[in-house]
């Protein structure tokens, strides 16, 4: 889908100066996977381990024109031709355009959480369904906070059909992921101790993933699983 900046600007509540107008189709975290420069819209995230915002110089000299950013580069006057929309949480601006891209779909997203198996499942349903449906589907294990919104960006006008995976660490993330995935049937695999450490307990897990589902029409589950 192509977007023009200024809508992004609008959608993001972004502090910008439009230095040109321009559309992006490309939502880009990780520099070392750029791919059309002139289309591409730069995440600068900010992590425990990383802070995003050092690649911005060598994409500039790569092509790229258009970066979210929570602080402006020192060296940006060197960069004047270039787009630099301020937000307070880079994070938080990706997981938001990529809300209100899928709410302007209204087609079949089947969102997949549990512990374990959500890949398969969702390679499984690929398999059964891509023929009858032009099909979108979580690449690889796409499921985290930084995953999913480049998933359900993948959706176009083409779309029939959307099969998301949803993964969570620990209380609250779900909430960021049900916005973004908004299915309208769920999936849930199982419920074991597969990334337990940041739950107090197997039925906290259980009902933080539920999360996902609470305004789907319809849900798919163990009926054996007293957990669930």
Sequence with gaps: MNYKITDIVCILQAKCDIVHECTVSDLLTDSRSLTFPEKTLFFALVTKRNDAHRYIGDLYRKGVRN????????????????????????????QSLAAAHRKRFKIPVIGVAGSNGKTVVKEWLYQLLHEDYNMVRSPRSYNSQIGVPLSVWQINDATELAVIEAGISQPGEMINLEDIIRPTVGVITNIGNAHQEGFFSVEEKCIEKLVLFKNADSIIYNGDSPVI
């Excluded at 004047?80 to 990706?94: G, M, P, Q, R, Y």
């Design 67 to 94: 970066f979210v950013v929570s602080s402006l580069p020192e060296d940006r006057k060197q960069m004047a031709d270039a787009n630099f929309l301020l937000v307070k949480d880079t994070l938080s601006a990706l």
